[in-house]
C-alpha cells in the first residue's frame, strides 16, 4: 500500500502553548527555492537583495489556522491556511504597507509560542483578505488594524529549522 501509516502517537508532556511570537513575510515570487526533507525546511533561496520583513506581535493576539479538508469522491486533499493579527495605532506607514500586502501573494514563517518555525503559502502563497481599520470606541479599545491572510495549498504546514529561521532577514 502506498499510503501505509509509519508511526503511532502518544501524549507528549503538558508543556504546550496557543499564540504566535512573531511572523516573517516575503512576496511569494521572491522565494526562487524552498529545500525540505520530511517535512521540515531546511533552506529557503531568496531572490539576491530581498528578505523577509520581520513583523512583531502583540503577545496573544495572532493566531495561524490550518483546515485539511479530504474529499472522498474526488480522492483530493487541500488544505486552508489562515494566519490573523492585529497591528496597534492606525497610521500613514502601515496603511501604506496595507496596501502593499494586499497587491502581493506572500509567503509566511511565523514563530509559535512553543518556539516552533512553520511556512505558510508554499505552494501558492497566502493574500489579505481583510484589513480591517478600527478607531475603537472607548480609551482601552484597540486603534488600528485587523489582518487577515488565507491561502489553499497541496500541504500541512511546514516546520522551518532554527537555521533557516536566523536566514530570513539577510
Known amino acids: 500500500m502506498a499510503c501505509a501509516l509509519t508511526t503511532g502517537y502518544n501524549l507528549d508532556c503538558r508543556l504546550n502553548y496557543g499564540g504566535v511570537k512573531e511572523i516573517y513575510v516575503i512576496e511569494f515570487d521572491n522565494v526562487t527555492a524552498v529545500t525540505e526533507t520530511s517535512g521540515v525546511v531546511t533552506g529557503i533561496t531568496k531572490v539576491s537583495t530581498k528578505t523577509f520583513k520581520k513583523y512583531n506581535l502583540i503577545a496573544h493576539t495572532a493566531e495561524g489556522d490550518e483546515a485539511l479538508t479530504a474529499s472522498r469522491e474526488m480522492g483530493t ?14 497610521t500613514t506607514a502601515v496603511r501604506n504597507e496595507l496596501f502593499l500586502l494586499a497587491q502581493n501573494r506572500l509567503m509566511f514563517v511565523f514563530v509559535d509560542e512553543n518556539s516552533t518555525n512553520w511556512l505558510y503559502g508554499r505552494d501558492y502563497g497566502l493574500t489579505l483578505t481583510t484589513a480591517a481599520a478600527k478607531t475603537g470606541k472607548v480609551l482601552a479599545d484597540r486603534n488600528g488594524y485587523e489582518l487577515v491572510f488565507e491561502g489553499d495549498e497541496k500541504n500541512l504546514a511546514y516546520e522551518v529549522d532554527d537555521a533557516t529561521l536566523a536566514t530570513l532577514t539577510t
Open 77 to 90: 486533499l487541500s488544505n486552508k491556511q489562515t494566519i490573523k493579527f492585529p497591528i496597534n495605532k492606525m
